[in-house]
């Protein structure tokens, strides 16, 4: 069983940064793929990204490639997506999730554990 905690989400300016943090319980943290989705209101789940185990691999949506970036640190059992250059149409409930394996990255129905989100808002 794993538990995931995110942090991090507030009210920002078109063109600013946040840095989102998902914490993790339990001793396996390091042998979880990662991912981060994103859902706005009235719309459906969003893939954002995900990192590998090792954190060698990164896939980014189309729409924050370039301006997001995906870090994690085992040690801490805590994965980070770094976001810059914020848009207001990056405003959503930001959420992280862990699966088992890589497999498709993008479906968030493959994931086994989520977190409860928290929310992102950039103003313009």
């Known amino acids: 069983q794993v538990q995931l905690v995110e942090s991090g989400g507030g009210l920002v300016q078109a063109g600013g940064s946040l840095r989102l943090s998902c914490a993790a319980s339990?001793?396996?943290?390091?042998?979880?793929?990662m991912g981060w989705f994103r859902q706005a209101p009235g719309k459906e789940r969003e893939f954002v990204g995900a990192?590998?185990?090792?954190?060698?691999?990164?896939r980014y949506a189309d729409s924050v490639k370039g301006r997001f970036v995906i870090s994690r640190d085992n040690a801490k059992n805590t994965v980070y997506l770094q976001m810059n250059s914020l848009k207001p149409e990056d405003t959503a409930v930001y959420s992280c999730?862990?699966?088992?394996?890589?497999?498709?990255?993008?479906?968030?129905?493959?994931?086994?554990?989520w977190g409860q989100g928290t929310q992102v808002s950039v103003s313009s």
């Open positions: 990192i590998s185990t090792s954190a060698i691999v990164q």
């Open positions: 339990g001793r396996t943290f390091s042998t979880y793929v």
């Open positions: 999730a862990a699966r088992g394996n890589w497999g498709n990255p993008e479906r968030a129905r493959e994931y086994n554990y």
